[in-house]
């Protein structure tokens, strides 16, 4: 069955940066999108990066642009989530995702168990 599997969480202080990693598993079709979301405390899930159609289109949410670069591994098997210029508010748990529609968190059908992101000011 497809797994998802996140690394690279951490503490880390504001301006630093962290880089996340998701490897897939257990499926053939590569051209779907695949991403990054993210959900804080008492806040609803929202969506941070994804990457579509086999790497030639990525979607950033607004929040992020011109700080995140999501790529992905010419096996197109793992998603890279490079996270520069970090902020507070970019605390939470970080979840892969696969098989969904844009940022639209609701349509995802493959999740991973999650990496937690801390940023202190």
């Known amino acids: 069955q497809v797994q998802l599997v996140e690394s690279g969480g951490g503490s880390v202080q504001a301006g630093e940066s962290l880089r996340l990693f998701c490897e897939g598993s257990g499926y053939t079709y590569r051209r779907d999108c695949m991403g990054w979301f993210r959900q804080a405390p008492g806040k609803e899930r929202e969506g941070v990066a994804v990457?579509?159609?086999?790497?030639?289109?990525?979607v950033y949410a607004d929040s992020v642009k011109g700080r995140f670069t999501i790529s992905q591994d010419n096996d197109k098997f793992t998603v890279l989530l490079q996270m520069n210029s970090l902020k507070p508010e970019d605390s939470a748990m970080y979840y892969c995702?696969?098989?969904?529609?844009?940022?639209?968190?609701?349509?995802?059908?493959?999740w991973g168990q999650g990496t937690q992101v801390t940023v202190s000011s």
């Open positions: 990457i579509c159609s086999g790497g030639s289109q990525t």
């Open positions: 995702a696969k098989g969904g529609l844009a940022l639209e968190h609701r349509t995802y059908v493959y």
